[in-house]
């Protein structure tokens, strides 16, 4: 490889431009291969482009003068063809062709170019040139500067000048010059890399890489022998880390390592990042899960509670007015035997003279109509109602734990139907003097 190649590549910008470069000299090749492929190589000091110009200028004539100078055009074409002119069409790509051929060329001419060839010396053969070679070499050079890295960003190019001041012309040059040196070199490079890689290993701690990397290695091998006293526990914990490593625990190591979690906590930190990660993998697997939010959850709730409000007043507004309605005008004197003038009497004469019951009695349709529900207790009931289970649709039986049976029967059988709540479990009622009397007989 010329030496001029390997320094003008040891440039970022320079691979850069090289790049593009090839870029543009490989479209040139296929260019030029595709037009070669078919035509004589004496097209390529034909004139082409006016030869193109004249096919444009002869579509735009009107027939007949159109097919003649088409096909004298076609017939003058034909002449570099390898084999006869099918169609319209080839010719066409042919001018396409052209060019393109001549758009690559002219950017290859340009300045910012000028030095890839330079540095290619005998490489560069115009159209013989071995690009797939030259791309070869290019990326050894770029593998070779990486390697280099750690010595400093311009150590290849450092390295390559001093050569160029020996007037090396070529890399392998290069080994002609003391062998016994290069040999020498290589052995002990050899050595560090291993030595590197062992402390690595050991130690489980990295060394740096980067520019300055021997001074920062020192420095960083210092510290390391003013904490020899703990490079037994600090051994133990790069073992375990490894095995910790091996058993997919990097997770639980970066955590510790990061200051996430402390020693003492390490067991519950474990199971609670266990446990988080198992819920995760299980809502993960169900979509009503995944796709739950409590935020939209919460706003529902309170949409589905006012809703409910408005719906309890709505309800009690409408039962208010559905039973005004059946409420009789108080304001009319009522008929002395109906029921609204029996008991207009009573309230005149304030009960004197008839009981509740018989009141009652008196009025069985227009009593629901005024009271729809009666609160009384199972006594009430039994002695202002007869016996008829037609007197109320539903009696609704509260704590009734604490209602002896034989008392609820009189209520009971004044309803068609009966709600009983309470809790079996509570103690029944117990009469303190009944108790009493029991005591004294045992």
């Known amino acids: 490889m010329p030496l001029s190649l390997a320094t ?18 490989q479209q040139h090749q296929s260019l030029l291969k595709a037009i070669t492929d078919n035509y004589n190589r004496s097209i390529l000091s034909a004139d082409i482009a006016g030869i193109e110009m ?29 084999q006869a002119i099918e169609n319209e069409n080839e010719i066409v790509q042919l001018f396409q062709q052209h060019r393109q051929l001549k758009e690559e060329a002219a950017l290859l001419q340009q300045v910012r170019y ?7 010396k005998n490489l560069y053969k115009e159209e013989q040139t071995n690009i797939a070679d030259i791309d070869d070499k290019a990326g050894r050079i770029q593998q070779l500067n990486i390697l280099l890295q750690p010595f ?24 002609g010059i003391q062998p016994a040196l290069q040999q020498d070199i290589q052995q002990k490079a050899a050595q560090t ?23 920062a290695a020192q420095e960083q091998i210092g510290v390391l022998q003013t904490h020899l006293p703990h490079l037994k526990n600090w051994m133990n914990y790069v073992q375990q880390s490894n095995t910790g490593k091996r058993l997919q625990l990097d997770w639980l190591i970066a955590a510790f390592e990061n200051k996430d979690c402390m020693a003492a906590d390490i067991t519950t930190y474990c199971h609670h990042a266990v446990h988080r990660g198992t819920v995760q993998k299980v809502i993960g697997q169900h979509e009503a899960l995944s796709l739950f939010n409590a935020g939209l959850f919460e706003t529902k709730i309170e949409q589905y509670k006012k809703i409910a409000e408005e719906f309890q007043q709505l309800t009690i507004q409408t039962l208010r007015t559905k039973l005004a309605a059946q409420l009789p005008n108080t304001g009319v004197e009522a008929i002395q035997s109906s029921e609204p003038g029996i008991l207009q009497r009573a309230i005149r004469s304030r009960g004197r003279g008839i009981s509740i019951r018989r009141l009652f009695d008196q009025l069985p349709t227009l009593l629901p109509r005024l009271a729809p529900c009666m609160l009384m207790s199972p006594i009430s009931a039994a002695q202002y109602f007869d016996v008829d289970a037609n007197h109320f649709d539903l009696v609704i039986f509260d704590e009734a734990s604490q209602l002896p049976t034989c008392e609820a029967i009189s209520a009971l059988a004044r309803a068609k139907q009966a709600v ?5 479990k509570q103690m029944p009622p117990t009469s303190f003097s009944q108790l009493r009397k029991q005591t004294r007989r045992i």
């Open 8 to 25: 003008y590549l040891a440039d970022r910008e320079n691979y850069s431009t090289y790049e593009d470069w090839k870029q543009h000299f």
């Open 152 to 175: 400093g960003r311009t150590a290849l190019l450092q390295w390559l000048g001093r050569l160029q001041q020996q007037s090396l012309l070529y890399t392998d040059d290069v080994k």
């Open 114 to 120: 000028q030095g890839v060839q330079q540095a290619l």
């Open 54 to 82: 004249a096919w444009k200028q002869a579509e735009q004539s009107w027939f007949l003068p159109k097919w003649w100078n088409k096909r004298k055009l076609k017939k003058q074409l034909s002449i570099y063809k390898h």
């Open 193 to 215: 890399s291993g030595a590197v890689q062992q402390f690595e290993t050991l130690t489980g701690t990295a060394l740096p890489t980067g520019e300055g990397w021997t001074q």
């Open 420 to 424: 009983i709540v309470g809790d079996p």
